[in-house]
């Protein structure tokens, strides 16, 4: 009968045991692991009324290093979409922003560099003297060299999850950083379209006023050619005159607005002014449709709420930080040199030194300044946590507003479309009564004043919307897939296409103004 062989258990190292503890406890972190915030935003937007309601609800997870896209696309203004491009590449907020970022990464990896450990070495070389006690000595000193080559190994395990903790704060941070690159890019995209808009929209105003002053010039010669022939009175010519002037100074007032637009573009593009300027362009702008989704979507597409989250994050860890200081910190080191009096016997077996061990190192009382760190650090994640959920709360609110405004103003633009007709009727009523000799040409002056200032405020109006499309787009944190470009333009929810005012306000404008009574 074959008997089996006994177990032997073979005894293993004292440093293999070690490792093995060492690997268990690192396994484990002090302090809270992160949970995101909770906040309850709504399953559709209040104002999205008319627009294509989204059912359903995703748990909201931040993209804030999505391509927001190039969404000024959308408006169909080659012009824009240049200097949009340029803007992205000089713009110096941007610059900085993006500067802050690699910062951000530098302390990333600055803290993923206490995994390993440190390792030093030095190298050197003295000459001492010791007197030998005899007053009678003339050189009384014994003088020795000493040459010595040194080198440490130290390495602090990460029992309690510090340095983890410290990383993934660090991480988190940096993710932070990259969502307040974006934030920066896209507020200055807005500013730069935003801008550029106004100062069409004054282009826009000023080919209205000189066409209007040129066409009042007209207007007041032949009133002074009807005052020689005694058919109007001096009245007429005086009120005509006035006329004219004031709406040439109603011109040239555009002009220091538009200068300080151009000052604008150019300062955003990272440029001094006086290297940039603009020239007027026909007005082709027309107001996008904007899909709003869902709420929960603007979580993940707005980068200054992915950021505040992303910093509640890192102070969640930072918790984990300053708890792991009531525990002991295990640190192992070696050192090993080579010291000897002869350069020539540095590096033998009799000047060598070494040592190896580990240390453990624990504070026993630091009164109270462990307990206040960690009271710190859950105040600090606390108002981190309010924070990100004020900003989700002012970004839903800004959505809401921007969407009411849009469907407001369109609604607002339809009536002023029939104010704006009903002046031009009214125009033409008191010219023919004018001509009939009804009326003096203060009446028709009236008229006029009042459907010049209705063509102004539809120009307005449709810069206004512009500019609040832009907003309603930054609200939204940026781009979007654009099914067709080429389809009926629509906004505000209603599905109303958008009427050109710019070229009809102008070409009737011109046509109409002013009021040319016929000779006698």
């Not at 070696?334 to 453990?360: C, E, H, I, K, Y």
């Not at 009164?367 to 600090?380: F, H």
Request: proline share 4%; aromatic share 6%; net charge negative.
């Amino acid at each position: 009968m074959i008997r089996p062989k006994p177990l032997v258990f073979t005894r293993l190292p004292r440093s293999a045991i070690t490792l093995a503890l060492c690997a268990l406890l690192g396994a484990c972190a002090v302090g809270p692991d992160y949970q995101r915030p909770e906040l309850d935003v709504g399953a559709s937007y209040k104002e999205a009324l008319g627009q294509q309601q989204v059912e359903g609800w995703k748990p909201a997870q931040p993209r804030d290093e999505a391509d927001r896209g190039k969404w000024w696309l959308v408006y169909g203004d080659d012009t824009l979409n240049t200097l949009v491009e340029r803007l992205d590449t000089s713009n110096q907020t941007i610059a900085q922003a993006e500067a802050n970022y690699r910062q951000a990464l530098g302390l990333v990896r600055a803290a993923r560099a206490g995994f390993y450990p440190t390792v030093g070495a030095s190298a050197g070389a003295s000459r001492a003297g010791v007197g030998n006690g005899s007053s009678s000595s003339t050189n009384g000193s014994n003088v020795s060299n000493q040459y010595s080559v040194t080198g440490s190994v130290s390495w602090e395990v990460d029992v309690w999850g510090r340095v983890r903790r410290s990383t993934e704060s660090s991480e988190a941070s940096a993710a932070a950083s990259l969502a307040d690159l974006g934030a920066t890019r896209l507020s200055a995209q807005a500013a730069l379209v935003q801008t550029y808009f106004q100062l069409r929209v004054l282009d826009e105003q000023k080919r209205l006023l000189d066409a209007t002053v040129a066409a009042y010039e007209r207007s007041l010669k032949l009133t002074q050619n009807r005052y020689e022939v005694g058919v109007a009175g001096q009245a007429d010519v005086a009120v005509a005159r006035t006329q004219v002037e004031s709406t040439r100074a109603q011109s040239i007032d555009l002009d220091w607005q538009r200068g300080q637009y151009e000052h604008a573009i150019a300062v955003l593009m990272g440029q001094a002014p006086s290297q940039f300027s603009l020239a007027p362009a026909v007005f082709t702008l027309q107001l996008p449709q904007i899909p709003v989704g869902l709420p929960s979507e603007l979580l993940e597409r707005r980068p200054d709420i992915a950021a505040a989250e992303r910093r509640a994050a890192a102070a969640n860890a930072q918790i984990g930080v300053a708890q792991a200081a009531w525990f002991p910190s295990l640190i192992l080191s070696a050192d090993g040199d080579f010291r000897n009096g002869q350069f020539a016997d540095l590096l033998t077996a009799p000047a060598r030194f070494w040592s190896l061990g580990p240390a453990l190192a624990l504070t026993i009382f630091d009164g109270g300044a462990r307990a206040a760190q960690v009271e710190q650090a859950r105040a600090s994640y606390d108002s981190q946590a309010a924070a990100y959920r004020q900003a989700a709360l002012v970004g839903l609110r800004e959505v809401e507003d921007y969407l009411i405004q849009l469907r407001v103003m369109e609604q607002e633009q339809i009536v002023q479309r029939r104010a704006l007709e009903s002046a031009r009727e009214s125009l033409r009523l008191i010219q023919n009564q004018y001509q009939a000799g009804l009326v003096d040409y203060l009446s028709v002056a009236v008229v006029d004043a009042t459907a010049l200032n209705s063509e102004r405020n539809a120009l307005s109006l449709l810069g206004t919307r512009l500019v609040a499309s832009v907003n309603l787009i930054v609200a939204l944190g940026g781009g979007w897939e654009v099914a067709s470009q080429d389809a009926p333009v629509t906004q505000g929810g209603q599905g109303t296409q958008q009427p050109p005012v710019s070229q009809e306000t102008q070409e009737s404008r011109v046509s109409q103004q002013p009021p040319v009574p016929q000779g006698s």
